[in-house]
């Protein structure tokens, strides 16, 4: 290994997945981290998009280090979606090629693709389009993919895999979601 690489270190491919709560707050989390080291790192969301979320201003304090980019029209078929299918699909897609854009980059050491497990599950981005995207990343880029319902073969391809698992919710006694906890 060269000086170079053994400063920068091998990329990770690191998966947040599970259905407990705490995937893109993990992510945001390795920001802080890399922001501290003055790491140049991307955001991109597949799905969020519709509403408005403490980590949309809180990222911002990060900026120029971090830039996001929502991409997602939203929750797909829930709560107050009322999109076509085909528009969601289209942003996705926007979402793969813009990753793909930053990727190839080299600009960025750090990139975040958020529920982009979650796109790949409501088929709005194939499991190509993953296999793409990891493959374009250098080798001491790290790649994180949030979203519940990991493939398989995405879990077997990480380096760092977590499965959040939800043991216990406020919303089961009631108490609804609540700003700066899980918004």
């Not at 809180?58 to 971090?66: F, H, I, M, S, Y």
Request: include cysteine.
């Amino acid at each position: 290994m060269s000086g170079e690489q053994e400063a920068k270190g091998k990329g990770l491919l690191v998966v947040y997945t599970g259905d407990g709560k705490g995937k893109t707050t993990a992510s945001l989390g390795m920001c802080l981290r890399a922001a501290g080291y003055g790491w140049k790192m991307c955001l991109i969301q597949f799905i969020k998009g519709s509403w408005k979320y403490g980590e949309l201003e809180g990222v911002r304090k990060l900026e120029p280090d971090l830039e996001l980019h929502v991409m997602g029209k939203g929750y797909v078929r829930i709560v107050d979606d009322t999109r076509q299918l085909s528009e969601h699909k289209k942003a996705a897609a926007e979402g793969v090629a813009l990753a793909l854009e930053k990727i190839r980059s080299g600009q960025y050491r750090l990139i975040i693709l958020d529920e982009l497990n979650v796109a790949a599950k409501l088929g709005l981005v194939s499991m190509e389009d993953i296999k793409t995207i990891i493959a374009a990343r250098s080798e001491n880029q790290h790649l994180v993919i949030t979203g519940r319902d990991a493939a398989d073969w995405l879990i077997e391809a990480a380096d760092l895999v977590t499965e959040m698992v939800e043991i216990k919710h406020p919303y089961q006694m009631g108490v609804l979601a609540q700003k700066g906890i899980d918004y």
